[in-house]
């Protein structure tokens, strides 16, 4: 049986102001003592939206695994059917104009930390993962995911841009005719199609064996050099990362010129309202 050492486990808040700040941790980690892997879940309810509280406890999570020496990184969720919701469209609509600098910087610091994180990565997609949540999926190195779900960056769906360091994680996994396409398109693919046009690399029947998959792959650097291994990754992965790292103003002051477009924002509230009616039927 896996022991495992949960560095951070604290239950979650019930409180129900959107803006509420807590102390409470929104992911846990836990490094399974044979292997020296760290298993990080996201677990913030329904779906795990990415707010400023989530955001925040990735960016935590991911610094405390790089900061304990573990072996490698899986990625998941707490959710049966739901890897992440992507972004929450809580925090862009009609929004509070500090919190939304920080959560945009938020968002800046997650993928800049995952995308070019130390340690090898794997996401264990147990559920959908549109937008933000394919994000993170293709920030990781390799990806196991279950059947019947979609994932992929619909943005252009909802009539929004995806910036150009979500599309540098999406190209660094798909051959780029098809990465254009898909970003054109907003297309969502089921687990199927993502297999086959290779967004994942393996499907897995089960959660514990996506994680048995992820672990094997992180396994497989077991006789790497470490320092030559994660040099190598920073280096194949330093454009993007210092694209980001240089242009990290100026990417923000673009979103909030865009988020705040009246036609966006009325784009924003008719897509909650749809998904809302939908929640009711
Ligand atoms: C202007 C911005 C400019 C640039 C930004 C560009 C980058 C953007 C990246 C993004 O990530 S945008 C977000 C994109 N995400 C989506 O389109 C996903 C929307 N959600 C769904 O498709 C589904 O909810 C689901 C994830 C497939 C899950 O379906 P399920 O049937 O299980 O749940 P349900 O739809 O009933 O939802 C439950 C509950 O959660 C609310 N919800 C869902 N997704 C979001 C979200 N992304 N943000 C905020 N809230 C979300 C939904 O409304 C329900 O709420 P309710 O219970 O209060 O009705």
């Known amino acids: 049986m896996m022991r495992s050492k949960v560095l951070s486990l604290v239950p979650r808040a019930t409180g129900v102001c959107r803006h509420m700040s807590t102390a409470t941790k929104l992911t846990t980690v836990a490094v399974d003592d044979k292997t020296g892997i760290a298993t990080l879940t996201m677990n913030r309810p329904p779906v795990n939206g990415l707010n400023l509280d989530l955001l925040r406890d990735l960016n935590q999570s991911i610094g405390e695994v790089e900061g304990n020496k573990s072996r490698g990184l899986i990625l998941t969720s707490s959710n049966p059917t739901i890897f992440s919701a992507g972004l929450d469209i809580l925090e862009m609509y009609k929004p509070d104009k500090d919190r939304i600098r920080e959560f945009w910087t938020a968002l ?3 993928w800049l930390a995952l995308y070019g994180s130390s ?22 190195e390799y990806r196991v995911m279950l059947p019947k779900f979609t994932i992929g960056l619909n943005e252009t769906k909802l009539g929004i841009v995806a910036p150009k360091w979500f599309m540098s994680s999406f190209l660094s996994v798909l051959p780029r005719r098809e990465a254009e396409r898909a970003l054109n398109q907003g297309r969502m693919f089921t687990t199927e199609e993502a297999l086959s046009i290779g967004l994942i690399d393996e499907v897995a029947i089960s959660k514990e064996q996506a994680l048995d998959k992820c672990a094997q792959f992180i396994g497989t650097f077991a006789k790497v050099n470490p320092l030559a291994r994660s040099l190598t990754k920073q280096q194949l992965r330093a454009v993007e ?7 990290r103003a100026q990417d923000l002051e673009r979103f909030l010129f865009f988020v705040n477009q009246p036609s966006v924002q009325k784009g924003l509230g008719i897509y ?3 998904l809302k009616k939908k929640a009711k039927n």
């Open 108 to 110: 800046q610091d997650v």
């Open 119 to 140: 340690v090898p990565t794997a996401a264990a997609i147990n559920g959908h993962s549109p937008a933000g949540g394919c994000l993170l999926a293709t920030s990781c």
């Open 241 to 247: 990362l210092q694209q980001l790292e240089n242009e």
């Open 272 to 274: 909650l309202e749809s």
